[in-house]
């Protein structure tokens, strides 16, 4: 994942970078924090924050989105 010109960006192997935010927001911070023990399974916080963009600044549309999530990856990765 990176954050280019406000957008959301995500990546895969050597596909991509595909943008996945819409041009009505703005990304304006992703961070990917790691909280993982040595020799643990990870443990990965989340933090991002988006605006609305308001061309017209009318209050009725002003909005933001601050998001924190923390999540711990199995030993040996996912199951199917």
Known sequence: FDVVDGALRISQGSSGPYKITSDDVQVNSLQFINLSYPASPGTIKIEIKIDYLNPQ?????QASLNLESTV???????SQ
């Open 57 to 61: 600044g009318l209050e009725e549309y």
């Open 72 to 78: 711990s990856l199995l030993p040996g990765g996912a």
